[in-house]
């Protein structure tokens, strides 16, 4: 009866989307170099199919990200049954975040400079690229004026009306009444209460099972949305800016491969080898959506059914990181500032690169973790140190690529994270066990 049903199971999903980001890349690459970007017919079905289907899947993620997160992060604040356990465990979330993000931004400002890669951008190209993605540079350029600084953006973190909140997608407002109910939920020892806990764990549930729905479109979306990109652009945006796009997944991969596996092995003692082989679906839908928050529930089942991490910590832990605890967009930001005050010939002080990698730390934690969600801090910040904010237009063109492997940084960072915290709990630690395998 087993092998029957593993019959019927077939190629588990993270396989499916691996060949379906293969095949969009090769039949994009094929377009692209055989009729070209500006052919009718490539125009036509990237206009009414592929980018239709594509923008249709993500909706369909972001549509169930609040109530998810929020009842996810209600039920893991619940669970703790001790607000000093939950204070412990939200500290050292805090405390690992700051201290990793930190590696993470100092890493690729060492790199940044030791490389130079805004030294070597053909100026002609770079004015062409400029000019293909003004526009859009204006507008996220733009947005940045509107967005809340300084003692307004932590005010903001406190909703006046998590109604508005919720549908105005701010993230840290929405997690921020979450934290509080849970709190509340904790204190209060009542019938009541209780059953307002299990309604929202079945919220929680519900919201599981209607992603995992829409979860299995995954390997389809991932084929449109590779086709899009390799049949408009091809590799000629990428080889332009060859040298910031290595830089840039040079420093993604040693932060991921080197500085994680140093901190599983001796903050958690936890093998990475086993923690790579087990988070490979997680790391799969990172990058095909490059967003966190959609590969959020991904995430939460990888916890639980591959790391064996106790729930009431993975599901704190996990959902506060996919806000807060983005190392990959940290780095990114960083290196990215530097490149383009390089390209402008804007010299930086050790004190504003110092002041870049603090904000970088502080962006990390408040960017929304949805596709491109870190251009505006980028912007923002090259606005504080003198570098034309409008030069985010250079990089528009991989940007696409490049938040698919921080988005990958990212999710890894989180999981990572929550398996360091399980392990340093002395309670769950025979939970914090792995499954074997």
């Not at 507008?139 to 953006?153: C, E, R, W």
């Not at 020892?189 to 209780?194: F, G, K, L, M, V």
Request: with cysteine; aromatic share 8%.
């Amino acid at each position: 009866m087993t092998d029957e049903h593993k019959a019927r199971k077939g190629l588990p999903l993270h396989w499916k989307m691996a060949i379906g980001f293969a095949a969009g890349l090769l039949l994009g690459l094929s377009a692209h170099y055989i009729s070209g970007a500006d052919a009718a017919w490539v125009q036509w079905l990237t206009t009414w199919v592929t980018q239709p289907a594509a923008t249709l899947f993500l909706r369909l993620i972001f549509m169930l990200v609040i109530p998810l997160l929020f009842s996810a992060l209600v039920v893991g604040v619940a669970e703790m049954g001790d607000v000093r356990a939950l204070g412990r465990i939200g500290w050292r979330t805090l405390g690992y975040t700051v201290v990793v993000s930190g590696i993470a931004v100092l890493l690729g400002l060492v790199l940044v400079n030791v490389f130079r890669p805004g030294d070597g951008v053909d100026p002609a190209q770079a004015q062409q690229l400029l000019q293909q993605g003004s526009a859009r540079a204006h507008a996220i350029v733009s947005n940045t004026t509107v967005q809340p600084k300084g003692l307004d953006m932590i005010m903001s973190i406190v909703p006046d009306n998590v109604v508005k909140a919720a549908a105005e997608n701010t993230i840290l407002a929405v997690m921020f009444f979450a934290l509080m109910l849970g709190i509340g939920l904790v204190l209060t020892r009542s019938e009541n209460a209780s059953i307002l806990k299990r309604g929202i764990e079945g919220l929680f549930e519900v919201s599981m099972t209607l992603i995992g729905l829409v979860i299995r479109l995954a390997p389809y979306a991932v084929f449109c949305m590779m086709f899009n990109l390799a049949a408009l652009f091809g590799w000629d945006l990428m080889a332009k800016l060859g040298a910031y796009v290595g830089v840039v997944v040079l420093a993604l991969a040693l932060h991921q491969f080197v500085v994680y596996s140093l901190v599983l092995k001796f903050v958690g003692g936890y093998s990475p080898i086993r923690f790579f082989r087990g988070i490979q679906e997680a790391m799969v839908m990172a990058f095909s959506t490059a967003s966190s928050n959609a590969t959020l529930p991904t995430s939460l089942r990888v916890a639980d059914e591959k790391l064996g991490l106790p729930r009431r910590v993975s599901r704190f832990v996990l959902t506060v990181g996919a806000t807060a605890n983005q190392n990959g967009t940290a780095l990114f930001e960083g290196v990215t500032v530097l490149f383009l005050a390089q390209f402008f010939g804007v010299d930086l002080s050790l004190t504003q690169q110092a002041t870049v990698m603090f904000v970088c730390i502080l962006g990390g934690i408040g960017t929304a973790g949805v596709p491109a969600g870190s251009l505006p801090v980028v912007a923002l910040i090259c606005t504080m140190v003198g570098v034309p904010a409008e030069g985010i237009g250079l990089i528009l063109g991989v940007d696409r690529f490049l938040d698919m492997c921080r988005t990958t940084l990212n999710v890894t960072g989180d999981l990572m994270l929550a398996t360091v915290v399980s392990a340093g709990e002395p309670a769950d630690a025979p939970a914090a066990e792995p499954v074997a395998g």
